[in-house]
């Protein structure tokens, strides 16, 4: 276990120097995500994290369930409204798989046991709130969506709104790095993602649902043979 953990350090150490830059995003968002990886840019120093889809012909982020950790360059507070979106293919999960996790607080995006796409997280109280729909058949991609506007979170797939919460307080915050598909390079491998990521995006801003469709729209074929 501590070699792997020490495994997952080294990686983290080379990843922040690819993800200093921050590229434009898609046309169709409204702004410049704050901070995007795919497995294309990864691929430019760590092609052994990534591998092709025969399908499609992308190259997507390949996480193992067990090592797999990437930490954001910069600390950040998390801003009153946001947007955080992913392509993901989950396998079937050891644990919960963890795909993006705002850490000191750990509002977690995850796959848990069950196969739900959803949320964790904590209000400014130190109440937890779970923000989970129905179960999702594994080995198929999905395009996930969280959606925070100040008065709500709202979570989509495949460019359709499938849950939503109210807040009845603000959310947890805290000066902090993001981490994805796992809570932090020393999390129990029961919380790494188990699976292919692609296009991880953080807005600081709150993207409405014509624009998260329209992403979709656009990035399907990337993932799904029609």
Known sequence: ???????????????LILWTSVTAGALCASEAPWFE?????????????????????????????????????????????????VWFRPEVQPGNGTILCKTGYHHMLRVNKRGQFGLIYYLASNKI????????????????????????????????????????????????????????PNADPADHFKGDLDYIRIWNTALNPQEIMDLFLEEEGRYIKK
Not at 1 to 15: D, E, F, P, Q, V
Not at 48 to 53: A, E, G, I, K
Not at 148 to 165: H, M, P, W
């Open 37 to 85: 990886m795919s497995g294309e840019k990864l691929a430019q120093k760590h092609p052994q994290m990534t591998r092709v889809l025969k399908e499609t012909g992308t190259r997507v982020i390949a996480c193992d369930g067990k090592t797999t950790c990437f930490q954001a360059p910069q600390a950040a507070n998390l801003p009153e409204k946001f947007t955080w979106a």
């Open 1 to 15: 276990a501590l070699n792997r953990k020490k495994n997952c350090t080294m990686k983290l150490s080379k990843i």
């Open 129 to 184: 709130q779970y923000l989970f729909p129905e179960p999702l058949p594994a080995d198929q991609w999905y395009f996930g969506v969280l959606v925070c506007d100040g008065e709500r979170l709202s979570l989509y797939i495949n460019g359709e709104k499938v849950a939503q919460q109210k807040l009845s307080e603000k959310l947890k915050n805290l000066n902090s790095h993001y981490f994805f598909a796992a809570p932090a």
